[in-house]
């Protein structure tokens, strides 16, 4: 079960690389300049990875618990 805690760990790390993608994308996006309309438009696409990078990282988190519980 050893693997199953590294393979959750390394999906915990690519989640939160890609929360911290979605924190430089929103303030890029508020500090562009744009109408406002062009910002929400980009702040709902931010929004969506924003939530797709932290299932991955509470899937990963999952993954590591299960994986020490089973050790």
Same mark, same amino acid.
């Given at each position: ?11 915990? $790390? ?5 929360? *911290?993608?979605?924190?430089? @994308? ?6 562009? +300049? ?12 931010? $929004? ?5 990078? *932290?299932?991955?990282?509470? @899937? ?6 299960? +994986?020490?519980?089973?050790?």
């Amino acid at each position: 079960m050893e693997i199953l805690v590294w393979i959750g760990a390394a999906l915990s $790390v690519i989640g939160l690389c890609g929360l *911290l993608y979605c924190i430089v @994308l929103a303030a890029r996006a508020r500090t562009s +300049g744009a109408p406002h309309a062009e910002i929400q438009q980009r702040m709902q696409k931010v $929004v969506a990875l924003n939530l797709a990078a *932290l299932s991955l990282s509470g @899937l990963g988190l999952g993954m590591v618990i299960v +994986g020490v519980l089973l050790s």
